[in-house]
């Protein structure tokens, strides 16, 4: 458990963007994921192409990269990045019945790029629930996660768990 204190917050308790300015530009990579649960109905739409909204797989990726791109303007403090890649990989998993998402956010900057990461991964998940919902309104959106991030002063991190 982290115990360092919040740095979005000033001595007075009020929110604050961090300055970054004395920070050494770093090479930066975030990796995030999350599921969608579905019925093995909808699940079978996607497989075989046939959802009436129409691709339904390259349409949420490029949702995905989309939201990385515009998380400072959704995320209040977050800094703006000039992000050198994203990618997002769409996977069908017909045991689980569920599409996972995970998504890889890159810069060379001041600040780190998990808040991207997770962006790019909720709107690519949002967009496969949106595309599909006529199909089934019951979809389950989970276990949107940060698996690892590299560069910065706090050097690199990753989850210990085995779902990542």
């Known amino acids: ?3 360092d204190p919040l740095t979005h917050f000033d001595a007075d308790c009020r929110a604050v963007m961090v300055d970054v300015s004395g920070k050494v530009d770093t090479s930066r ?3 995030a ?4 649960s579905m019925s093995a109905a909808t699940l079978a739409l996607v497989k075989n192409r046939a959802a009436a909204k129409g691709d339904v797989i390259g349409v949420a990726e490029i949702a995905g990269i989309m939201g990385a791109k515009k998380t400072s303007d959704l995320i209040p403090l977050c ?4 992000l050198s890649n994203v990618q997002v990989s769409i996977n069908i998993d017909d045991e689980k019945q569920c599409i996972n998402v995970t998504s890889t956010t890159k810069t060379l900057g001041k600040t780190g ?3 991207e990461a997770l962006t790019a991964v909720s709107v690519t998940l949002l967009t496969l629930y ?10 389950v959106i989970s276990d949107i996660k940060l698996n690892t991030k590299t560069g910065g002063k706090s050097g690199d991190w ?7």
């Open 158 to 164: 990753a989850r210990d768990d085995a779902s990542s």
């Open 130 to 139: 949106d595309m599909l919902k006529a199909s089934d309104k019951s979809m």
């Open 113 to 115: 790029v998990e808040m």
């Open 1 to 3: 458990m982290a115990t």
């Open 79 to 82: 800094h703006p990045l000039p």
């Open 33 to 36: 994921s999350g599921t969608i």
């Open 29 to 31: 990579v975030a990796v």
